[in-house]
C-alpha cells in the first residue's frame, strides 16, 4: 500500500533546490610572486661610500634636524632646486628607488621602499597616521615632509672572551622610529617584514613605475579579514642621497620634474 503525500498548501515552506541556488562569486586569483631579492648590503655599501663622498657638501647645507626645526624645511626644496648638481629635476649622484605608499581608507599608512618595482622592498615602513588622512593632505598641493627620528644604540666593544664585535645596524633595519609630518608629531612608525598581502600588493604593482589608484581587496587580502574596502595606493620614483651612516633622505619628484619634490622623507639616528 502506497502512502501519498499531502498537498502542499500556500503557507507551506519550500526549500529551493540545489540547482536554482546562485553559485559563490569566486574569488579572484592571487598573482604568482616573481619578485627578485634587493642587493646585497654588500653592494649597497659600496655604493652609499661613493654617494657619501660626493653628496657631503649639499648635506652640510641642510639645518640641523630637530623637532622643533622641523617647521624649516621648507628651505629644502629651494637648496635642491639651486644645487648645480641637479638636472632635469633630480639630484645628480643620488641613486633612484621606487616608493609606494598604500593601504586602505581607515587603516595605517604603508611605506615600501624598492631598488626597482621588481624587487621585494629593502623597507617596509608602518606609519600611525590613517591613509585617506594622508591621501588627502598629499591632495592638498602642500609639501609634505616625513621626519624620522631614532636613538643611537651605543656599539659593544669586542669582548675580552671573545673576538667577535657586535655591528651597529644599517640606518634603514632600525626597527622603531619617531614621526613627524610637516612638524607635527603623529606617534610612531614601526619598521616590519614583509607579508604574502604586501608582496601581492608589490606584484600587483611590478609594472608600475608612477601613478595612483585603487586594488581591489579580495585580491590583496584574505576575504576573512577584507572588510575596510580596497587599498588605494600611490607610487614614484624617489631620489635617495646618502648624507652619513646616521642620515638618509628620499625624494619623490614630479615625473616632469620642474616643480621640485612634493614628499620629502628624512631618516635621522640622533
Known amino acids: 500500500m502506497s502512502m501519498s503525500l499531502p498537498p502542499l498548501s500556500p503557507?507551506?515552506?519550500?526549500?529551493?533546490?540545489?540547482?536554482?541556488?546562485?553559485?559563490?562569486?569566486?574569488?579572484?586569483?592571487?598573482?604568482?610572486?616573481?619578485?627578485?631579492?634587493p642587493p646585497s648590503s654588500s653592494r649597497n655599501k659600496k655604493r652609499r661610500k661613493?654617494?657619501?663622498?660626493?653628496?657631503?657638501?649639499?648635506?652640510?647645507?641642510?639645518?640641523?634636524?630637530?623637532?622643533?626645526?622641523?617647521?624649516?624645511f621648507p628651505s629644502v626644496g629651494a637648496a635642491l632646486a639651486s644645487h648645480p648638481g641637479r638636472a632635469d629635476g633630480h639630484i645628480h649622484g643620488a641613486s633612484?628607488?621606487?616608493?609606494?605608499?598604500?593601504?586602505?581608507?581607515?587603516?595605517?599608512?604603508?611605506?615600501?621602499?624598492?631598488?626597482?618595482?621588481?624587487?621585494?622592498?629593502?623597507?617596509?615602513?608602518?606609519?600611525?597616521?590613517?591613509?585617506?588622512?594622508f591621501m588627502q593632505e598629499m591632495g592638498s598641493g602642500e609639501h609634505i615632509r616625513i621626519a624620522l627620528e631614532c636613538e643611537k644604540v651605543a656599539e659593544h666593544k669586542k669582548s675580552t672572551t671573545t673576538t667577535t664585535t657586535e655591528r651597529r645596524r644599517q640606518l634603514l633595519e632600525e626597527p622603531l622610529w619617531t614621526a613627524y609630518v610637516n612638524g607635527r608629531k603623529i606617534g610612531y612608525a614601526v619598521r616590519r617584514e614583509p607579508t604574502e598581502d604586501d608582496l601581492t600588493v608589490m606584484q600587483l604593482l611590478h609594472t608600475v613605475s608612477v601613478g595612483a589608484g585603487v586594488l581591489p581587496s579580495d585580491v590583496v587580502m584574505d576575504p576573512a579579514t577584507a572588510g575596510d574596502g580596497d587599498l588605494a595606493y600611490m607610487r614614484a620614483h624617489f631620489d635617495r642621497v646618502v648624507g652619513s651612516r646616521d642620515s638618509e633622505s628620499f625624494y619623490m619628484l614630479n615625473p616632469d620634474g620642474t616643480t621640485g619634490p612634493e614628499l620629502s622623507i628624512f631618516f635621522i639616528r640622533i
Open 96 to 133: 633612484r628607488t621606487t616608493g609606494t605608499l598604500f593601504g586602505h581608507r581607515k587603516a595605517r599608512i604603508t611605506l615600501a621602499i624598492q631598488d626597482s618595482p621588481g624587487t621585494v622592498p629593502l623597507l617596509l615602513l608602518e606609519l600611525a597616521t590613517p591613509t585617506g588622512k
Open 50 to 72: 661613493s654617494l657619501r663622498t660626493a653628496l657631503r657638501s649639499l648635506f652640510r647645507s641642510l639645518p640641523i634636524f630637530t623637532p622643533a626645526a622641523a617647521c624649516r
Open 11 to 37: 503557507h507551506t515552506p519550500t526549500s529551493p533546490s540545489p540547482s536554482s541556488r546562485p553559485p559563490p562569486s569566486p574569488r579572484t586569483p592571487r598573482p604568482e610572486i616573481t619578485l627578485t631579492p
